[in-house]
């Protein structure tokens, strides 16, 4: 057993297509947490926004995530992690569910992982390495966000290799 699961500090994962099933469940205000005072633009054309994202450059954090000044409301006690899949990173992954999570009151962190920059800044592409080295970058990143955040353990949503890793 890893020393990831050992410390029983990430909760749900959500897998593959039960991550899609659960934008309309976002998106109709479920959340009781205050929304940003300006709302984060939401995209939902995939090619069109990863290319507009790759053109700002692949460091970027996708809007709404990755605010290391935001605390847990007691609506929402656990930040949520997101994971990217494998030959991807934090900006292509998650340009719509890093805002839209963060626009219904969530704390939002993304990171990208298994490439040489430790998660602290996006790569064009991640996934790249072990799958044990990368759980040692998301393990550090969590660290970091439950240390940030004061909150007690985070919610996992990843994407292919990001729903498996983390296991």
Known sequence: ?????????????VFGAAVAAAIPWCAAGSATADPPPTPYPVPYHFLLDAAT?????????PPGTNDWG?????EHPEPVVLVHG???????NWQ????????????VFALTYGNDNGGSSAGFVGGLASM????????AFVDRVLD?????????VGHSEGATMPY
Not at 86 to 92: C, E, G, H, S, Y
Not at 96 to 107: E, K, S
Not at 132 to 139: F, K, N, P, V
């Open 1 to 13: 057993m890893t020393d990831l699961k050992k410390k029983r500090r990430w909760g749900v994962a």
């Open 53 to 61: 994202s790759a053109l700002q450059g692949a460091g970027a954090a």
């Open 70 to 74: 935001c605390r847990p409301t007691p």
């Open 96 to 107: 719509t569910y890093g805002p839209l999570l963060a626009n219904n009151g969530y704390c």
């Open 86 to 92: 494998f030959l991807a990173n934090r900006t292509d």
């Open 132 to 139: 044990e080295s990368s759980a040692r970058t998301l393990d």
């Open 148 to 156: 940030a955040t004061g909150a007690r353990k985070v919610d996992i």
